[in-house]
């Protein structure tokens, strides 16, 4: 069975939930793309980073979600990750679901 895949509104092949309160989160540990991320709790104080790196944070930023992002909220960076995607959040962090290739 051959399985489509939307990429009309630059959805991923994968998706992975990122926990709340994460202080570094690896979504993807080589190339690849990050196409959207589902706020699924609102934000409290802490903004979540996504970088391009192997797990150190210290990479390209690809996105960032707000601290006052609202659950529903979906941001669609679709930025290329050369090394890997790296997610870095803390304490005030909620979880959200990311959409990646």
Known sequence: MT???DL???GGASAV????ATSGFVIKAKRGRLCA?????DFATTPLVFTDDLGTGLGTVLAVVPATATAGTVIR???IA???IYAVGGSGQ???????N
């Open 8 to 10: 009309t509104q630059g």
């Open 77 to 79: 960076p679709q930025m």
């Open 37 to 41: 991320v589902l706020v699924t709790e």
């Open 17 to 20: 939930t990122v926990p709340a």
């Open 3 to 5: 399985q489509s895949i």
């Open 82 to 84: 050369q090394y890997g």
């Open 94 to 100: 909620a979880a959200c679901t990311v959409s990646y």
